[in-house]
């Protein structure tokens, strides 16, 4: 095992660009692949990605729509999908990528693509809501915070992906989840693809300090990785004892150094899915039922408040940004990022070495490590006010091909791999964090309502009884539920 790991780790090193090794041998090791969780499964082949994406066609070439404008509503300031001018050619790779592929698809396409309203989601959620139920038509689609657009599903404005023309979810640019996980009864109507850049770097991993590490002794982790043995417990025996006091309080604080610095924030519903135990699934029938309830659900929620304040060598950290902070200072060997953190400009100028870690796996059992993506990314979805349905189809269609053709490999192989990364093992470990990717149903449709946020809230208030707390959730949650597959029923 050990030399056929360290066969896999000295390729990486002399060919930075084949990631045939991944494939072949680190998920023989390590993972068993479930094509349903399975995002962007074509980021992961050997050679040059971006000349190997140019040679795909997209089967797009005969149209022209003679000017016509594919007018888009985004939250916040419309960054998903336009760039500010004044933010291109400034050196961030990923602004300038958006910029290049909506110059393709408009020059492709004959079209112009327009921002047609931004704001904060809960302006945005009004706007949309009032547009549409008007019967206006005034915009074709919709790239958005996924709570948002989860309720506004339940008010019925948005058309079934499956009724839009030249869309395919079988080519490499959606999500592979939108046809599975996120399909019910032969419908979807919030769809996830390249499109939606932040599903990359809103996705959750660890980051840890190599040279902490190797001062404690803790190892080779990207061998525990890749043998599979990276577990929960394997983490907390490393972690559960060390603690400095170092601003010599005699009380635990921000001033001190720990094991991990790990906050009851967004960062720890990462937990549901890396223990694979996910909030929805269909039953034999298709019909998406709440699966959260499993024989270890308990355990893996004592678990975890142990964790987070019952052992020593862990940190709670107040928000988000607190953990990154503390760990740049060199307080914590390990701590939760967004992969989004590591182009941000405090690790790019981090002085000591650091590595990136997938969540660890509930047990040795388990056969995947599972990566959450935080509730900040967007998806896809189109007004029912919507007229042309050819023309936004070949239009969203052209924006996922281009972003998975442009955008995506920047960010995973320009800007993540050979920019940021500091070493071959944390590129290979990146793989595994990205290919394993789990959109949830019950996260993606919970619009604040169900137990997607579970971990978070049940650490951040201390609650320790999940059958407690699955009660009490239970009614809105069921609401939710009941009012998504009503609008999906609805579509006919």
């Not at 056969?367 to 967007?378: M, P």
Request: net charge negative; with cysteine; charged share 25%.
């Amino acid at each position: 095992m050990k030399r056929l790991t360290a066969l896999i780790l000295a390729c990486v090193m002399l060919l930075s660009c084949i990631m045939l090794t991944l494939t072949s041998c680190g998920e023989e090791e390590t993972t068993t692949k479930k094509p349903t969780n399975n995002n962007n499964e074509a980021v992961f082949q050997e050679g040059d990605i971006f000349a190997e994406r140019a040679a795909t066609d997209d089967g797009l070439d005969e149209y022209d729509f003679e000017g016509k404008t594919l007018r888009v509503v985004c939250h916040n300031d419309g960054y998903e999908m336009f760039p500010a001018e004044a933010d291109i050619n400034k050196g961030d790779l990923v602004k300038d990528a958006k910029a290049t592929r909506n110059e393709a698809v408009e020059a492709k396409l004959n079209c112009n693509l327009e921002l047609a309203y931004a704001a904060d989601i809960n302006t945005m959620s009004e706007y949309v809501s009032k547009s549409i139920l008007s019967g206006t038509d005034e915009f074709d689609l919709i790239v958005a915070h996924v709570m948002t657009c989860a309720n506004l599903t339940t008010k019925n404005l948005f058309l079934n992906w499956y009724d839009i023309p030249h869309v395919d979810f079988s080519k490499p640019w959606w999500a592979a989840s939108t046809s599975t996980e996120l399909t019910y009864d032969g419908k979807c109507i919030l769809a996830i693809s390249d499109i939606n850049v932040n599903s990359i770097t809103s996705t959750c991993a660890l980051v840890f300090n190599k040279n902490l590490a190797a001062a404690y002794d803790l190892g080779n982790l990207y061998e525990l990785v890749l043998d599979g043995k990276w577990t929960y417990d394997a983490m907390y025996d490393m972690l559960k004892d060390i603690y400095v006091d170092s601003d010599g309080s005699g009380t635990r604080s921000n001033g001190d150094f720990y094991g991990g610095l790990f906050g009851a924030n967004s960062k720890a519903n990462a937990w549901l899915w890396a223990f694979d135990n996910p909030i929805i699934q269909k039953d034999e029938e298709g019909v998406p039922q709440f699966s959260i309830k499993t024989d270890k659900i308990n355990n893996i929620m004592q678990t975890l408040f142990d964790f987070y304040y019952n052992t020593t060598g862990i940190g709670a950290s107040e928000d988000d940004t607190e953990e990154i902070y503390l760990f740049l200072n060199k307080q914590s060997i390990i701590t939760p990022i967004f992969l989004g953190s590591v182009m941000a400009n405090g690790l790019r100028n981090f002085e000591d070495d650091y590595g990136i870690l997938p969540y660890p796996k509930w047990d040795e059992h388990q056969k995947n490590y599972y990566s959450h993506v935080y509730g900040e990314h967007t998806v896809s979805c189109v007004p029912k006010t919507a007229k042309d349905l050819e023309f936004i189809g070949v239009c969203t269609e052209a924006l996922a091909y281009e972003s998975w053709k442009t955008i995506t490999p920047t960010i995973y192989e320009t800007a993540l791999k050979t920019r940021y990364l500091r070493d071959s093992e944390s590129k290979v470990v990146l793989d595994i964090i990205l290919d394993y990717r789990y959109f949830d149903f019950g996260f993606i449709y919970d619009g604040f309502h169900g137990y997607g946020y579970t971990v978070n809230n049940m650490i951040d208030q201390k609650i320790e009884n999940f059958e407690s707390f699955y009660a009490k959730k239970y009614p809105n949650a069921r609401v939710q539920l009941k009012k998504v597959l009503r609008a999906f029923d609805k579509l006919g």
